[in-house]
DNA sequence: GATATAAATTGAATCGTTTCATCTAGGAGG
DNA sequence: CCTCCTAGATGAAACGATTCAATTTATATC
């Protein structure tokens, strides 16, 4: 049906070898060339990636692993991905592991047999010795947004711990003292970090910690709901509540309309991940922004690098800066 | 290095014909397929899709295009494709034409290269020659939420015209009557639609309609903005104004809060797409919401029932219901 | 002009499947 | 016992590229 490097060849009279070798960018005498072409242009000639697949064991493509797909977060990633790789020739295959682990096993033996070159995973769960035992350490792969146990891979992280500390400590010096935190699971290592950072801002400022004013999430909205709810409710609530991610900060929100407290008066608060967010509601919410975009062009360029064989010191961390951005939703107590 | 079907074929000391036979599911005798089932487990044999696929001339991957991936509307529709055609075995390639048809038209050539089976389109602007161009009626496509004109093509689409009467007909009993619509470029289909819901309300009321009020922008949170502002800069401006898709909405609440329009006070407002702003801000918003997921799961089946060659009433159009949710965001004048 | 060297070209083998014409064995029917 | 079927099995020939050892052609040097 379709011509073949064989008709090429054929019609402008050379051999296979020589069109593939010409296709393929290497040197090809100056006469044959225009043979080549015009042989291509006449048969509308299209090389099968299939089959060169076959002999290359390269596809040319690279999947994108996340615990869900429907959010912006994972969305802004996969599309800094697809902008990056599309300049060399790569698609992006999509996959949801839906926040399950064994779904993510799955996934990642589905992608490994279908031979894409290389893999970006946000892992979910903090232990990752499933990705490996699938992946082996031939097929490239790179971590981001979280680092797992287990697996020794490129990643592409967030500071959380500084970026949440900058946000806490703002708290800090208005006067707060009682500051809730609503926050993701103990064993998701995005969590923890933004915990660590929380801590560590009371310990520097050598202060007291409410473990009892730390509440643990699953990073849904309905949970950001219920512990911002809960926090309230409480004997003697905070003065503020920071929410570490973006689905539990719509929650909060909700919860805090719902209630009918008044921001900033009854309450500072300070939010996660997006920039919209801040603008959209009154009064204006501060925010800790992650460079989404930033993140998939990282995971993409790193690798890349790793796809066509560099090596150079692995496993390699890219830490990259998130931001406070203060708006009207806080207050000096 | 990884096992074949004739190391399998060797080891079961049976023929690669038979193996191959059943692998895809033909009858083959008990004792061999005890024997190939042992081997293929000694081994750890995993079929090459790769080879197959050249064979075949099927990649069991479809592709996704649409005019930008970082969206909520994008990306739980994608979300919707990739959960259904899971388990058929489908992988998803994504691809966003960043709102530009030569870079549609372009995504199209290079996922038809890549062999792909099947492609689900949100097309970017209102001519869609192009893709049949590209595609040809061999390679299965669909539409969504957008049809285009020059492509005979299956849709899933959204009943807008009816969303949105509803929404403006609403308005309409509250005693509005200069009802303002923040609306999408006049080539885009969804955008055609919502209008025409619009002015159908008018026409149907028997109502004097004042196109000034009707603003065209490009579906964007920065033209959400800038329009709303106009309208409300207006010498008589609107009593209640209705914005027509999710991130222009995000806009116009900017500006509102910006001017430090009272809603729904001095102004009634509904918007568009995402069900989480209505609960979200304060006053809860009124909304228009579509069935993302939903358009998501039935493109995909109806892809995958052309993708087995079930041609039954081609071209089929699917129109799903939109759902207006009243909020506390409009008021009786 | 002869020789040495480098650059292009050739075409067959290969990648790992599917497929198809051909063959085999075993059971049914007379 | 022979013939006729049929369900399974066989193995070679694709699919459409790349690659490599061998060969031809071109270029440079003396």
């Not at 090809?28 to 291509?40: P, Q, T």
């Not at 698609?91 to 990642?108: N, Y």
């Not at 992280?157 to 003292?177: F, K, M, P, S, W």
């Not at 995005?190 to 699953?218: S, W």
Request: net charge negative; glycine share 6%; charged share 25%.
């Amino acid at each position: 049906m379709a011509a073949t490097i064989k008709d090429v060849a054929a019609l402008a009279q050379v051999s296979v070898g020589t069109v593939s070798r010409y296709l393929n960018g290497y040197e090809v005498s100056e006469a044959n060339k225009r043979k080549i072409d015009e042989a291509i242009r006449r048969l509308d000639f299209k090389l099968n990636p299939v089959a060169r697949s076959l002999k290359t064991s390269k596809s040319m493509t690279v999947a994108v692993v996340v615990p869900a797909l429907a959010n912006i977060f994972s969305m802004s990633i996969i599309e800094g991905i697809e902008r990056h790789l599309d300049q060399y020739g790569y698609s992006v295959i999509v996959c949801d592991s839906q926040s399950d682990v064994q779904k993510e096993k799955a996934k990642l033996q589905f992608v490994k047999d279908k031979y894409v070159d290389g893999v970006v995973i946000m892992p979910t769960g903090s232990d990752g010795t499933h990705i490996t035992e699938v992946l082996g350490d031939e097929l490239p792969a790179v971590l981001m947004d979280r680092l797992v146990e287990g697996a020794k891979l490129d990643a592409v992280l967030v500071d959380n711990v500084n970026a949440v500390y900058q946000a806490v400590e703002r708290l800090i010096t208005l006067g707060h003292r009682r500051i809730g935190m609503i926050t993701g699971p103990k064993d998701i290592y995005t969590a923890k970090e933004r915990q660590e950072g929380y801590r560590r801002v009371f310990v520097d400022y050598n202060l007291p910690m409410d473990e009892n004013l730390i509440r643990y999430g699953d990073y849904t909205e309905d949970t950001g709901y219920k512990l911002m709810s809960e926090l309230m409710r409480l004997d003697c609530p905070p003065t503020a509540v920071f929410v570490a991610n973006y689905e539990m900060t719509i929650g909060a929100i909700m919860a805090v309309n719902e209630i009918g407290i008044q921001i900033p008066d009854q309450l500072s608060l300070i939010g996660f991940d997006q920039l919209e967010l801040s603008k959209l509601i009154k009064p204006s919410l501060s925010v800790v922004v992650q460079p989404m975009a930033e993140i998939g062009q990282k995971a993409a360029e790193m690798l890349y690098q790793r796809m066509r064989g560099n090596c150079d010191n692995f496993p390699q961390v890219i830490r990259l800066k998130a931001h406070f951005i203060e708006g009207q939703s806080i207050k000096r107590l």
